[in-house]
């Protein structure tokens, strides 16, 4: 079991910088995969980016690509989201979420994903 808490969203205006902490607790995170995917409303959760444990590489969707980096501090278990030159279009809730034995092709679906936190809500206001 993996147990997830995020924090950090809020209000920020376009073009603002904001950054997701997600603390991770219950087990190694060897060989798990950190992803961050997000939902506005109306509209289908959606991959964001992720970070394998074992290794740390990143992927990222192409919406955030060279805007948002993803991160993590092994000995603190946590994974990090930093977001830069926010856009309307970035508003929504943002979910931390953990993959046990995935392989590359799974980690952009949100389906294969076994442990998710509660959510942060991100507003990006113009």
């Known amino acids: 079991q993996v147990q997830l808490v995020e924090s950090g969203g809020g209000l920020v205006q376009v073009g603002g910088s904001l950054r997701l902490s997600c603390a991770a607790s219950g087990r190694t995170l060897s060989g798990i995969t950190m992803g961050w995917f997000r939902q506005a409303p109306g509209k289908e959760r959606e991959f964001v980016a992720a970070?394998?444990?074992?290794?740390?590489?990143?992927h990222y969707a192409d919406s955030v690509k060279e805007r948002f980096t993803i991160s993590r501090d092994s000995a603190k278990s946590m994974v990090y989201l930093q977001m830069m030159s926010l856009k309307p279009e970035d508003t929504a809730v943002y979910y931390c979420?953990?993959?046990?034995?995935?392989?590359?092709?799974?980690?952009?679906?949100?389906?294969?994903?076994?442990?998710w936190g509660q959510g942060t809500q991100v507003t990006v206001s113009s």
């Open positions: 970070l394998r444990w074992s290794g740390g590489s990143t």
């Open positions: 979420a953990a993959l046990e034995r995935g392989i590359l092709s799974m980690i952009r679906t949100s389906r294969h994903y076994q442990y």
